[in-house]
């Protein structure tokens, strides 16, 4: 016996991910339900090599008996349905941004803050931090330790996965359009993505950063340190799959980069690749379909008395996402913290 788990958003990029996820690290289930909107109800999903799961409508979905939500599909819906999953008894673990700010509810990254669980009870809601949060602060974390972190400086380059699958399709489709000269077709980005940088992720803010590079700054000091200052440039790259960052970091006390690469070295869910020679560095293509976060062209940052600068790159699908949210439940079951323990 198992828990009982739910996957909403079960036909999203993210939300395959999650049921593939759940399978090759064989989380005990009891079931597994795959939820999407009714538009999608009665599609088929995979779950591991031999099960097909029919997806079923979320709208008119009972969460009671459910142990565990695996939330993927909009902030929109999962403000109407997380909140009903969790008074019907099911802990979510949403992926959204919706719940990310909440003073109530947990902003976890397992590797950096599993403590924060314990507060979860509070809403019934664990928040899944944002992709590229992610991967920064499990490569801040073991820094931070040694030398306590004063300000970042990051800039991302982020897949258009990140944007979901008719970003995907955007990027597929005019990069073949590119061959044969056909006036690219904008609709999920605000210029042509295919051989081309766009440094605009999410809505403008009133001060000229975008939403993106506000979650980068804010959801850092929630998981992380409340003094930490931050400050991104987020920009949307021809890459399909993987999120990559150009890092630096001011420090209050002296650190070394050999005192950074041990403790780099030791750190849970990371690698570091770092040869300082050609090919010595991970890429996006590198990490796509990897777990890890991976840092390499780590060197000391001269403009400031104690700086570091490296590039830190991993999967947004996986690490940035799924993954993540498959070991908070994982954590969870370790810390005991679910109402019932699989026999």
Known sequence: MGYRVAV?????AVGREMLKTLSERNFPVSEVVALASGRSA?????????TILTVKNLETFDFTGTDIGLFSPGASVSAIHAPRAAAQGCVVIDNTSQFRMDRDVPLVVPEVNAHALKGFRKRGIIANPNCSTIQMVVALKPLHAIARIRRVVVSTYQSVSGAGKEAMDELFNQTKGSFVHDQPTVEIFTKPIAFNCIPHIDS?????????EWKMAV????????????????VRV?????????????????????????????APGLQLVDAREDGGYVT???????????????????????????????DNLRKGAALNAVQIAEELVRQGLLAKQPA
Not at 219 to 234: C, H, N
């Open 204 to 212: 403008f803010m009133e001060d000229g950063f975008t939403k993106e």
């Open 284 to 314: 996006q293509l590198d990490a796509a379909g990897e777990d890890a976060v991976f840092v390499s062209r780590l060197r000391k940052d001269p403009t400031v008395p104690h700086g570091l600068a490296f590039w830190c790159v991993s």
């Open 8 to 12: 909403v958003g079960a036909t999203g």
């Open 219 to 234: 959801e850092t000091r929630k998981i992380l340190d409340p003094d930490i200052q931050v400050v991104a440039t987020a």
């Open 238 to 266: 021809p890459v399909f799959v993987g999120h990559s960052e150009a890092i630096n970091v001011e420090f209050e006390g002296p650190i070394t980069v050999a005192q950074a690469r041990q403790a780099l070295r030791d």
């Open 42 to 50: 009665g599609q088929q999903v995979s779950f591991g090599e031999k």
